[in-house]
């Protein structure tokens, strides 16, 4: 449960280097839950970490983080398909995996894995 609070504070407040101690301030046997947090592989954790605050973006949030062709990266609601328009730069979601008919061109934002 002390993880879960954890995994949800650092998405509420951004910071990814929160530790269980200080979102559970208060919480018994916090010294070895540290101990045996930075014992464990860097690169383990961090893959578990991203999977975790994904899954509570996803899941808790309903949010999704979506790149579009420049590389940059928009938290959105979690929808099949988003498009943004290359003339206005508005970014449009969709149920179809056909971008809107209309006078501008669109490309296709792809959900991050």
């Known amino acids: 449960m002390a993880l879960l609070v954890t995994y949800i504070t650092r ?11 200080q979102a559970n301030i208060g919480l018994a046997g ?15 954790s961090d893959d578990t970490s991203n999977a975790v605050e994904r899954a509570s973006r996803q899941g808790i949030l309903g949010q999704t983080i979506y790149t579009d062709g420049n590389g940059d990266q928009h938290e959105l609601p979690t929808r099949d398909y988003y498009y943004r328009d290359l003339v206005t730069g508005d970014i449009v979601g969709s149920n179809s995996p056909s971008p809107p008919n209309g006078v501008h061109q669109y490309e296709q934002l792809r959900p991050e894995r």
């Open 30 to 44: 916090c010294e070895s839950l540290e101990a045996s947090a930075s014992s464990s592989s860097s690169s383990s």
């Open 11 to 21: 998405l509420q407040t951004g910071n990814r280097s929160l530790t269980v101690c």
